[in-house]
């Protein structure tokens, strides 16, 4: 069974930054991996994602300031959120899509931007 966990959430004042990691059990870790963001009242959408080889797409509105990463050996997906602003403000799930189809989340870390 697939198991992610996420860690790296917290407060922080805009402009500042903070790096989510997320770190998946119980695969192989073929699939790719990508982050999403759900704000309170509001769906929840893909922020940036990556293949298992490396190729990354960003969302336009974190375009230049976030940054996905992936260390295939240890089986963990990273998040570094730069120039942080209000707007980023929410729960950040990471998803695991296996090779099999089927995907996997996490249970989320909440990220807050606030003055």
């Known amino acids: 069974q697939v198991h992610l966990v996420e860690s790296g959430g917290g407060s922080v004042q805009p402009g500042g930054s903070l790096r989510l990691s997320c770190v998946a059990s119980?695969?192989?870790?073929?699939?790719?991996m990508a982050w999403y963001r759900q704000a309170p009242g509001k769906q929840r959408d893909v922020v940036a994602r990556?293949?298992?080889?490396?190729?990354?797409y960003y969302t336009d509105s974190v375009k230049a300031r976030f940054i996905i990463s992936r260390d295939n050996a240890k089986k963990s997906v990273y998040l570094q959120m730069n120039t942080l602003k209000p707007e980023d403000t929410a729960v950040y799930f990471c998803k695991y899509s296996a090779v099999s189809g089927n995907d996997y989340w996490g249970q989320g870390t909440q990220v807050t931007v606030s003055s």
């Open positions: 990556i293949t298992k080889g490396g190729d990354t």
């Open positions: 119980g695969t192989i870790f073929f699939g790719a």
